[in-house]
């Protein structure tokens, strides 16, 4: 089932979701959930808030095929530090540069109640704390260091991709 997605301003985005105690059935069904309106809607991460669901519950798929199903995550470890490009599914057609780290390690349960961890670099790692961001309330607009005009984007893109 997809969910419609909740757009900024919305006080929903704006709470630190609750941790999940026992994955149940609803938990795994909410992920798959999760998943399809992640990929409707063309986006490579999605937090349960985004839906109005307050829980700890993000995706992560950067690459195809190599998805995250990420249940109660925490950032363990953050190393180094990097600008780049932002947007979010809750806040169309807005983009932005936000400083993160470039290497962050995350623990996190999966769908079967396995403790995993993951050490993530450059853009997965950029993911996964713009996701966890959302678990907290937070915004990739309350980070933002400059906008980019949508029109501007494939430009200032083309411009740094090489930073």
């Given amino acids: 089932m997809r969910y419609p997605i909740l757009i900024h301003p ?4 704006k709470r630190t979701a609750q941790p999940i105690d ?3 059935d609803e938990t795994v069904a909410l992920l798959d959930d999760l998943y399809e ?3 409707a809607m063309d986006g490579i991460g999605i937090a349960a808030p985004q839906v109005g ?3 700890r519950l993000a995706i992560v798929e950067v690459d195809e095929g190599d998805k995250f199903e990420l ?3 925490e950032i ?3 190393k180094g530090e990097s600008l780049d490009v932002e947007g979010c599914l809750s806040i169309p057609h807005v ?3 936000v400083k993160r780290a470039d290497e962050v390690t995350v623990r996190y349960f999966d769908r079967e109640g396995q403790e995993m961890e993951v050490t993530a670099f450059d853009y997965l790692a950029r993911a996964f704390q713009h996701e966890i961001d959302h678990l907290n309330g937070v915004l990739f607009v309350e980070k933002m260091i400059e906008q980019i005009p949508e029109e501007e984007l494939e430009k200032y893109m083309e411009e740094h991709m090489n930073d």
Avoid: Q, R, W
Wanted: charged letters at 20%; a neutral charge.
């Fill in 10 to 13: 919305n006080d929903k985005l």
């Fill in 22 to 24: 026992v994955i149940t």
């Fill in 37 to 39: 309106t992640m990929v």
């Fill in 53 to 55: 669901k307050n829980l």
């Fill in 71 to 73: 249940i109660n995550p």
């Fill in 76 to 78: 363990i470890e953050a």
């Fill in 95 to 97: 983009y932005g540069t």
